[in-house]
């Protein structure tokens, strides 16, 4: 999971397997992000299941944070993540080639 401060353009990468659940989205973010930054005002996410189930809502709007979905055709709109998700892959298609299983002990030497 790629996280993007929009104002300082700081990030944080967070390995998961696979789609997380709404639940594995919230532990992540909590142990990653929220923890370490407090918590945002606002969040911009794509329209994965995990961001759009009543538990990621609910758990968003108990803490006052403001949820935006980008436009499922137009994922220019949360352009900073998605131009870093194109570079970080890049990154592991180069250092992962022999040993894709070791993708996420690559992942802090992308950011």
């Not at 390995?15 to 929220?34: C, D, I, N």
Request: glycine share 6%; hydrophobic share 35%; aromatic share 12%.
């Amino acid at each position: 999971m790629v996280v993007v401060d929009q104002f300082s353009k700081a990030c944080k990468l967070i390995p998961l397997k696979g789609s997380p659940t709404a639940m594995q989205t919230a532990e992540a973010m909590f142990q990653h992000v929220f923890r370490n930054f407090g918590l945002p005002e606002d969040i911009v996410s794509d329209r994965g299941s995990q961001f759009t189930s009543r538990m990621w809502m609910s758990l968003c709007e108990q803490f006052g944070i403001n949820v935006s979905l980008s436009s499922g055709y137009h994922p220019q709109s949360n352009g900073q993540a998605e131009h870093l998700n194109q570079e970080i892959q890049r990154f592991l298609r180069s250092y992962c080639s022999r040993e894709q299983q070791r993708w996420s002990e690559f992942l802090p030497w992308a950011k």
